[in-house]
């Protein structure tokens, strides 16, 4: 009985042990091993050079603007070209015996008028607008404006201003300075304020010395380049007894006549100067073999100040 009963049980614990067998989860099959994935090739490129780097970057930075030149002394031309300008007029007799010579060249000039002669002289100037000569501004008495306060040098201008306007209908766009005085922050607030071109000059026949006629067209002759701008004055008779000579040898020597506004209007760039070449091993030798310049005399005069010339 008991051998059966052990029977019984040994089969049970058979049974159940191969039913939880039969529920074990299959093993999972091997991972597929990972693809091999393809390799391109990348041409490198060879890095730029420091100067075609620099290169490329001026080329991506925006072009610099040119500041306006404000000031003249002469014009860089291209041709035979240029402006003869008479100072401190009009006068009652003188500018229209010039205007008389100029008309009869065909030659046009600026005039640099002073305010209270145009008060004196209102027909003189009108004529000489009408002929077609360029009216500037002087200012009214001839002082020298680098020693004024800013507004006694702006109701200098803007009474000449005025006046010149209201005599010939045209404001002018030009500005000489008395003895050419002016500092550099007066030329920016005037040019600013007035919208004037501060006019000089590079030619000086030194006729307000009364040198006479014959020394005037000589120094006249021998100082005009293509460009220039004349200095002289229409309130001296050596001056205007110098004009005919001094105005038929320059057109004689092929110089064309024009207003100041009109040589600054064919103004060309300056070309750049050319590098020097590189001195030579023999030149650079005898640079270092010359001795320092000796020093001067302690006690040695200095030169004499001269009165500004009155321009």
Same mark, same amino acid.
């Given at each position: 009985?008991?051998?059966?009963?052990?029977?019984?049980?040994?089969?049970?614990?058979?049974?159940? *042990?191969?039913?939880?067998? %039969?529920?074990?989860?299959?093993?999972?099959? +091997? /991972?597929?091993?990972?693809?091999?994935?393809?390799?391109?090739?990348?041409?490198?490129?060879?890095?730029?050079?420091?100067?075609?780097? /620099?290169?490329?970057?001026?080329?991506?930075?925006?072009?610099?603007?040119?500041?306006?030149?404000?000031?003249?002394?002469?014009?860089?031309?291209?041709?035979?070209?240029?402006?003869?300008?008479?100072?401190?007029?009009?006068?009652?007799?003188?500018?229209?015996?010039?205007?008389?010579?100029?008309?009869?060249?065909?030659?046009?000039?600026?005039?640099?008028?002073?305010?209270?002669?145009?008060?004196?002289?209102?027909?003189?100037?009108?004529?000489?607008?009408?002929? %077609?000569?360029?009216?500037?501004?002087?200012?009214?008495?001839?002082?020298?404006?680098?020693?004024?306060?800013?507004?006694?040098?702006?109701?200098?201008?803007?009474?000449?201003?005025? *006046?010149?306007?209201?005599?010939?209908?045209?404001?002018?766009?030009?500005?000489?300075?008395?003895?050419?005085?002016?500092?550099?922050?007066?030329?920016? $607030?005037?040019?600013?304020?007035?919208?004037?071109?501060?006019?000089?000059?590079?030619? @000086?026949?030194? @006729? $307000?010395?009364?040198? %006479?006629?014959?020394?005037?067209?000589?120094?006249?002759?021998?100082?005009?380049?293509?460009?220039?701008?004349?200095?002289?004055?229409?309130?001296?008779?050596g001056t205007i007894?110098?004009? +005919?000579?001094?105005?038929?040898?320059?057109?004689?020597?092929?110089?064309?006549?024009?207003?100041?506004?009109? *040589?600054?209007?064919?103004?060309?760039?300056?070309? #750049?100067? #050319? /590098?020097?070449?590189?001195?030579?091993p023999n030149e650079?030798?005898?640079?270092?073999?010359?001795? /320092?310049?000796?020093?001067?005399? #302690?006690?040695?005069?200095?030169?004499?100040?001269?009165?500004?010339?009155?321009?």
């Amino acid at each position: 009985m008991f051998v059966t009963r052990l029977s019984f049980f040994l089969g049970v614990a058979l049974l159940g *042990l191969s039913a939880v067998r %039969g529920q074990e989860t299959p093993a999972a099959p +091997p /991972a597929e091993a990972p693809k091999a994935v393809p390799v391109v090739a990348v041409p490198i490129q060879p890095a730029a050079s420091p100067a075609a780097t /620099a290169t490329a970057m001026a080329a991506a930075k925006p072009a610099a603007t040119v500041e306006p030149r404000i000031v003249y002394n002469s014009v860089h031309v291209d041709g035979p070209y240029i402006a003869m300008t008479f100072d401190d007029g009009p006068h009652k007799t003188l500018t229209p015996k010039l205007l008389d010579l100029l008309a009869q060249r065909h030659i046009k000039v600026t005039f640099f008028v002073l305010g209270e002669c145009v008060a004196e002289n209102e027909d003189v100037l009108r004529r000489a607008a009408r002929e %077609g000569h360029e009216i500037a501004n002087h200012s009214w008495s001839h002082p020298q404006l680098n020693r004024m306060a800013d507004d006694a040098v702006r109701s200098q201008l803007r009474r000449t201003d005025d *006046l010149i306007k209201s005599v010939t209908g045209k404001r002018p766009t030009l500005f000489r300075p008395p003895y050419g005085a002016l500092n550099p922050r007066q030329q920016r $607030w005037i040019h600013d304020e007035f919208g004037y071109s501060i006019i000089l000059w590079d030619v @000086d026949p030194l @006729d $307000w010395k009364e040198p %006479g006629p014959a020394v005037v067209t000589r120094r006249i002759l021998a100082e005009t380049r293509a460009g220039s701008i004349v200095l002289s004055h229409d309130i001296h008779h050596g001056t205007i007894d110098a004009m +005919p000579a001094a105005l038929d040898q320059l057109a004689d020597k092929g110089f064309k006549f024009v207003t100041v506004s009109e *040589l600054i209007g064919l103004a060309t760039p300056v070309p #750049p100067k #050319p /590098a020097p070449p590189p001195a030579s091993p023999n030149e650079k030798k005898r640079s270092h073999a010359k001795t /320092a310049p000796a020093a001067a005399a #302690p006690n040695a005069p200095k030169p004499a100040a001269t009165a500004p010339p009155r321009n």
